[in-house]
């Protein structure tokens, strides 16, 4: 593997307005309940978590099934409210309305099938009133990163399910947002493709220097992006481990090679399993009646 | 074209040779029934002659008010419901409901309380139209994916725009669904309003003709009439169909 | 009280209060009040000769409803199960369905004279649509791993269309029979409001001939109570069908 990494001029000028605080994003005893109708105790979603972001770090959340890892990052973009606890990005407190810098990927395909590639990555820079020109480049660019140049004109309807998560990708990415939440983006796609996405996922966090977090079921994908990973509990999530891998920053998915690559993910596994198995338990404990 | 096509084909040409050859030999007696050949020149007297022209922009008029009261009240409607979850849960038995009372029930009210001529006529056939519309909206609205929602919030979008440029678009399909049927009804209501009791209009004039035993006339008018629904119908299926391309359905 | 019923009951509240004002200022000679209406309605509903008329229409439904439930559903049976029957014949459901079925009922009447057999045959060629389109898809949507787990259990052809396929397809045949009963009240009444000498439909015609506001709404009244009920007694049905 390589030891230098050549920074792009977006990443060195992200590094560059970097505050000398390195706590990019940060949750303090996050709780989110959930009351329901007819139930006198509130559903305990997530909590109490504390956790915080470095300025340009990639982090993985894993835990089981309903454990809150996708409450934790909607409350981190704005998408929920915190019932206790405090969320701030960039020093800024957020409750439940989404900040200045945040993008976000789904799981499900959240591409507008009424709308061409171009037209869907644009769409973003479009509704912020940027100009024609200046949105043009960035769209270019952002196609020629995530490899849709040649599918520009093309419907989402006629791409593959990998490729449409690139065109949610590209739409992100070009309103150069500073903290990247993905919501197990891959989930939906077969194993093979889901490894080489995660390597454009590496490209993409050291071409732009954004911080991103990551939520996966995939330990695997856990262990061979990130340089840290968060274990959750099985609901009400809380952080059973953050744990550091020590990866270099030119990773890709031949690290899956290293020996330490395989104690990790048994690690991962150790912690998960009871937890796994409690999740479980949980899921049916509602359908019996 | 695919075999079921041309078996559709065969179907309705054999169908139209089949009647032809029925009236002119006399096994449907003239009386009843003028054979498809007739029906095609009689129509095309009449819409030469004028005789009919005011009548057809009559009926027009009033169905083109009709589409534009049930489809974009109908939107405007759904979109009010869909944003007032309490009260769309309350009204939601009539919805569904709706359409099982017999709506025209309610034309003679309309006439004691409007008089007859196209504002009766227009309520009724947006009555009639209205609900098939607002139900699809709520549909449309219901089933855009929580994703975009979800991708509006995270550009900062805000309520009006989230509507125009993600809810309203991802609810295209249906929207376009709705429309369909509110058209189809609007038509009906209003031909069917006018056959029973109006001032003027194509399906006035069809009564009439049926009540003077003018064949001629009468099966003229039901074969602009045909036409016209049909024609309608296919063109708004062909532009669903497109839209569906495009989704990939 | 769930908050729902809570809240029907208070919209129908409102909606009385609107009539009761929208009456007195219309004055009597346009609408009535609902108290009007409902006493009318209680008078109509116990006088006999009203009965005779709500006999006719029912005469009338009774037939109807039979050639459109025996024709419907065999048709839709017969198309559905043949995929290239329903390739041919779905794109003409379409256009069939919007064309007002009305500007068939001078060809009716022509064709079976002034009689009842006119009004029955009005108000089932109204329902046989939504019977025989509901009863196509209910069986194109019977999911094929239902087929073909039939045949690992090695079921014959009549045990998986008994045990598997009607089942599977019932809630959307049941529903299909729903939108056409109220379907076929619509042609029923429609055909009464044009041309008959009996039946619900006709004393609203001659009601409003006579400019009768309080006949007008007491029977409009008493139709929509009897839809309503018939469609509610319908939609348990299907929901009983749906879950059981």
Not at chain 2, 198 to 224: P, S
Request: hydrophobic residues 50%; contains cysteine; charged residues 15%.
């Amino acid at each position: 593997m390589s030891d230098t990494v050549e920074l792009s001029t977006s990443k060195a000028a992200a590094i560059a307005s970097r505050p000398e605080d390195t706590t990019h994003a940060k949750l303090e005893q996050v709780v989110r309940d959930f009351t329901r109708p007819g139930e006198s105790e509130p559903f305990r979603a997530l909590g109490p978590v504390d956790l915080e972001l470095s300025h340009g770090e990639f982090i993985s959340i894993v835990g089981p099934s309903g454990c809150g890892k996708s409450t934790l990052l909607n409350v981190l973009a704005g998408l929920t409210k915190l019932t206790t606890g405090s969320v701030t990005f960039e020093g800024k407190s957020i409750d439940g309305n989404v900040p200045d810098g945040v993008g976000v990927v789904f799981q499900e395909d959240a591409s507008f099938p009424w709308l061409n590639v171009w037209d869907n990555v644009a769409f973003g820079l479009r509704r912020a009133g940027m100009a024609g020109d200046e949105t043009a480049s960035r769209v270019e660019e952002a196609l020629d990163f995530t490899g849709l140049r040649d599918f520009a004109r093309a419907y989402p309807s006629q791409l593959s399910g990998g490729m449409r998560q690139r065109v949610c990708i590209a739409r992100t990415m070009v309103l150069r947002p500073r903290l990247i939440l993905l919501d197990e983006p891959f989930g939906a796609l077969d194993q093979q493709t889901r490894l080489l996405m995660g390597e454009e996922l590496l490209r993409l966090w050291r071409e732009t220097g954004a911080t991103v977090l990551l939520i996966t079921h995939s330990l695997d994908e856990a262990a061979m992006l990130s340089q840290r990973i968060g274990v959750m509990s099985a609901r009400p999530g809380r952080f059973l481990e953050i744990l550091q891998t020590g990866w270099p920053d030119d990773r890709d998915s031949t690290i899956v090679e290293n020996a330490k690559f395989g104690e990790l993910t048994s690690h991962l596994w150790s912690l998960l399993r009871q937890e796994t198995m409690a999740a479980m338990k949980q899921s049916t404990d509602g359908a019996r009646s | 074209m695919s075999l079921a096509g041309w078996i559709r084909l065969i179907i309705i040409a054999g169908s139209v040779l089949a009647l032809e050859v029925a009236c002119r030999t006399g096994a449907v007696p003239v009386l009843t029934m003028i054979p498809p050949s007739e029906m095609a020149s009689s129509l095309w007297k009449l819409l030469i002659s004028g005789r009919v022209n005011g009548d057809i922009v009559f009926s027009l008029t009033n169905v083109i008010s009709t589409i534009l009261l049930s489809v974009l009240g109908g939107f405007v409607i759904g979109a009010a419901l869909h944003a007032v979850p309490r009260l769309r849960h309350a009204l939601d038995p009539l919805l569904s409901a709706y359409y099982a009372v017999p709506i025209f029930v309610f034309y003679p009210l309309l006439i004691v309380m409007m008089g007859i001529g196209p504002p009766s006529l227009i309520t009724m056939g947006a009555m009639f139209g209205v609900v098939a519309m607002i139900i699809n909206t709520l549909i449309g609205l219901d089933r855009v994916p929580a994703a975009m929602m979800k991708t509006s919030a995270v550009m900062q979008l805000g309520p009006l725009r989230s509507l125009l440029f993600v809810r309203i678009p991802a609810a295209s399909l249906h929207l376009v669904a709705g429309a369909k049927l509110a058209i189809a009804y609007s038509i009906i209501g209003i031909v069917a309003g006018e056959f029973i009791l109006a001032t003027a209009g194509v399906g006035k004039r069809i009564a009439f003709a049926y009540n003077d035993f003018d064949n001629q006339m009468m099966y003229g008018l039901l074969l602009l009439l045909l036409t016209f629904t049909i024609t309608v119908n296919l063109a708004l299926s062909h532009l669903e169909n497109r839209l569906r391309k495009r989704w990939g359905q | 009280m769930n908050s729902r019923r809570f809240d029907m009951l208070l919209l129908a509240a409102a909606f009385l209060l609107f009539w009761a004002i929208a009456a007195r200022l219309a004055g009597p000679d346009a609408l009535s009040t609902p108290v009007a209406t409902l006493t009318r309605a209680v008078s109509l509903l116990t006088a006999i000769s009203f009965w005779d008329d709500v006999a006719a229409t029912g005469h009338t439904m009774l037939w109807a409803c039979l050639i459109v439930l025996a024709g419907g559903l065999t048709a839709g049976l017969l198309v559905g199960s043949s995929r290239l029957a329903t390739q041919v014949v779905e794109p003409m459901l379409g256009p069939l369905y919007s064309i007002p079925k009305i500007t068939l009922y001078p060809v009716i009447l022509l064709i079976f004279g002034l009689t009842p057999s006119a009004t029955i045959s009005f108000a089932a060629i109204h329902g046989i649509f939504p019977v025989m389109i509901f009863t196509i898809n209910g069986i194109r949507q019977v999911p094929p791993i239902y087929e073909r787990s039939a045949r690992v259990m090695k079921l014959n052809r009549f045990q998986m269309i008994r045990s598997i396929l009607i089942p599977a397809a019932l809630p959307e045949i049941v529903a299909g029979l729903r939108v056409g009963f109220s379907t076929t009240l619509l042609g029923a009444i429609i055909a009464e409001l044009f041309a008959s000498t009996a039946g619900m439909g006709f004393l609203l015609i001659r009601a409003t001939e006579a400019h009768d506001v309080i006949d007008i709404m007491a029977i409009t009244a008493i139709l929509f109570a009897f839809a309503i009920t018939a469609n509610s007694l319908l939609m348990r049905l299907e929901r009983h069908v749906r879950h059981g």
